[in-house]
């Protein structure tokens, strides 16, 4: 079944794919976090990294993949202490073989990749100085930023499953481009209004922010980055996923 334009996209927003391929692990710090930036090609470009470095990053996630989590690349729905334990220290392990300047870039380009993610994680409440008050409402904003992400894609499931396979038959053309219209028109609207929730949810967090405090989250940001990789889904525009 094939679909075209604005309804691809809406399939890619509410699936929510992540274009470079780093998934969010919830209890990751986010320094351990940018470690698994390195799986891509493109961010190894990006950081100037060695060969030798690209070696040992490459055989470190091979090692991981076959013995830790064969579907690295994926969020774990539930993690047993141990899991979390072993990821905590696979991600110390691989962030040594990056240079402090390296791994300045890679914080940067962590929290660009987070997104509002990033401010439910502990060390970027406490490197902000985030009282107990802007704690709790970034994590209240992001929670109802989730719940209605969660019925955008519940809409798209409950799409998915009303389609009828009879309308790949040639016989049922018109059917099956009604509907795909219909299609395109909801998610081209709930994506609009999903993009207007997310910026409402990072307005309401940096607006409780004092002067000095967004001051120092936008050094901690620092600037867009925009990645292209040799491949067309490692491609990341950072500039679409600032907080």
């Not at 073989?97 to 890679?106: D, I, R, S, V």
């Not at 107990?132 to 989730?146: K, P, V």
Request: charged share 25%; hydrophobic share 35%.
């Amino acid at each position: 079944m094939k679909f075209s334009g604005v309804f691809c996209l809406a399939l890619v927003l509410c699936a929510g794919c992540n274009v470079d391929n780093v998934p969010n692990q919830p209890y990751l710090t986010a320094r351990q976090e940018y470690a698994f930036l390195l799986a891509s090609d493109a961010i190894g470009i990006e950081i100037h990294a060695t060969a030798e470095q690209e070696r040992q990053w490459h055989d470190s996630f091979e090692w991981y993949q076959t013995e830790v989590n064969p579907n690295f690349l994926s969020i774990r729905q539930a993690a047993s202490t141990e899991e979390m334990e072993r990821d905590q220290a696979f991600a110390e392990r691989v962030l040594t073989y990056a240079t402090p300047g390296q791994q300045g870039w890679l914080l940067q380009l962590g929290l660009q990749k987070l997104g509002l993610d990033a401010f439910s994680k502990e060390d970027v409440q406490a490197e902000l100085h985030f009282t107990d008050y802007q704690a709790s409402q970034a994590n209240e904003c992001l929670a109802e930023y989730r719940a209605k992400q969660h019925i955008y894609e519940q809409d798209l499931d409950d799409y998915l499953a009303k389609y009828d396979q009879r309308w790949d038959r040639p016989e049922f053309r018109r059917e099956k481009k009604e509907y795909e219209e219909q299609g395109e028109r909801l998610f081209s609207n709930r994506s609009a209004q999903l993009e207007q929730d997310l910026k409402n949810a990072r307005n309401l967090i940096v607006g409780a922010m004092t002067p000095d405090q967004a001051t120092h989250w936008m050094k901690m940001l620092g600037a867009p980055y925009e990645f292209s990789g040799s491949n067309p889904d490692e491609t990341f525009h950072a500039s679409e996923s600032l907080p």
